[in-house]
């Protein structure tokens, strides 16, 4: 039975990587550019692009990747460039036909009312957003002004459909969901199911769910081939034992990745000394589709080596109180030391396992105190 704790502190704390917790700090050295930041942004400049018309191909995604300001001016030039261009044919066509000048009773106008280049920009304005005010029409008079008008109305309602469905795309984008979508500060390396394995917890904090959740783990670290082909940004995936023993994962309360270091793990030879001079990175991906919308999104953050707390373990968040399940975010990042061995996996099966390793070293210990204890 969990114990019964109190809901939530009056601490109560979020970021959106959890709380800042005290966690023992190492000595920073300097290190290489981090490929994915804490918060999910990818770390890399693409520059000396020379086809910049690929961008063009894909107009809509371009103007959904924009920034909200140049959107919005986009946004505006399009509706009043339009007005003014057909402001010009509307002025064009009442000029042709003399409706500017030409008065009397017989006199049957392109388009009544239309005495200057304002009037004309006015009907423009009128047609295209379908406001009626009673005063301007198009008459049967001239056949290009109907073609003008059926030309204008096809053209508003591509540049509606266009500009439309970026803002949309824009304020439903799902990175927006993955923002209350956290991980934990750091991650940890400690035995689990006598094995040693690396940890993160992760957590969502609206109710509304993410379906179909998965969590995928890469190691990013510099590698060279057998060939002397050196490759700055190796990307190894590595297995993952999730929760629920599924590829999917129910994500209502906080749960804890593990992935077992075991002779396929890239971190098979790594050990506690080794992890503080290691160069490498461990990427996150948290996807799944948005309950509400319907919409997929990712999280992403990445761990570097001095993130990485070997020997400590998370500390429970869930608590048991009136009968249901309640959730203490302002421990989603505390751990605790645990007892585990310094060295790395490789070494534990050589020795026969976690359970010969604590054997051999429980045997060595007594040799010493033996050795240290006083004759008589």
Not at 144 to 149: C, F, G, M, Q, R
Not at 190 to 216: E, H, P, Q, Y
Request: charged share 20%; with cysteine.
């Amino acid at each position: 039975m969990l114990s019964r704790k109190g809901l939530i502190p009056e601490d109560y704390l979020l970021t959106r990587l959890a709380e800042d917790v005290l966690q023992p700090k190492f000595k920073t050295k300097a290190r290489k550019a981090r490929f994915v930041a804490k918060n999910g942004r990818c770390n890399v400049a693409h520059t000396n692009i020379r086809e910049q018309g690929r961008f063009l191909q894909d107009v809509f995604t371009t103007l959904v990747d924009l920034k909200w300001i140049h959107t919005l001016i986009i946004f505006t030039m399009s509706f009043l460039c339009s007005w003014l261009l057909f402001g010009m044919v509307w002025w064009l066509v009442a000029f042709a036909h003399g409706d500017l000048y030409q008065k009397g009773d017989d006199f049957v106008p392109c388009v009544t009312d239309i005495h200057s280049f304002s009037s004309a920009f006015l009907f423009s304005i009128e047609v295209q957003v379908t406001i009626g005010f009673g005063g301007r029409m198009v008459t049967e008079e001239c056949l290009s002004a109907i073609i003008i008008l059926i030309v204008q109305n096809i053209v508003g309602l591509v540049i509606n459909a266009i500009m439309l469905g970026c803002i949309f795309m824009k304020t439903a984008q799902a990175n927006r969901r993955a923002e209350t979508l956290i991980f934990s500060k750091h991650a940890v390396i400690s035995v689990r199911n006598d094995k040693l394995c690396f940890m993160v917890r992760i957590g969502d904090l609206r109710k509304s769910m993410i379906i179909s959740a998965t969590v995928r783990m890469q190691v990013v670290r510099r590698t060279s081939t057998p060939e002397g082909e050196l490759v700055p940004l190796d990307q190894i995936d590595i297995h993952m034992d999730n929760p629920v023993g599924t590829n999917g994962i129910f994500l209502v309360s906080p749960l804890i990745i593990c992935h077992v270091i075991d002779k396929s793990s890239p971190l098979y030879e790594l050990s506690a000394s080794d992890l503080l001079h290691e160069e490498l990175e461990v990427i996150v991906v948290l996807e799944g589709v948005v309950e509400t919308t319907g919409i997929t999104t990712q999280a992403r953050t990445s761990y570097v080596s001095e993130e990485i707390l070997w020997g400590q373990r998370f500390v429970p968040t869930v608590s048991e109180e009136d009968g249901m399940y309640a959730v203490d975010y302002s421990k989603f990042g505390n751990t605790v030391k645990v007892a585990t061995p310094c060295c790395s996996a490789k070494k534990l099966d050589e020795v026969g396992g976690i359970e010969q390793f604590r054997l051999t070293e429980g045997q060595t210990r007594q040799i010493r105190r033996n050795v240290k204890r006083p004759h008589n």
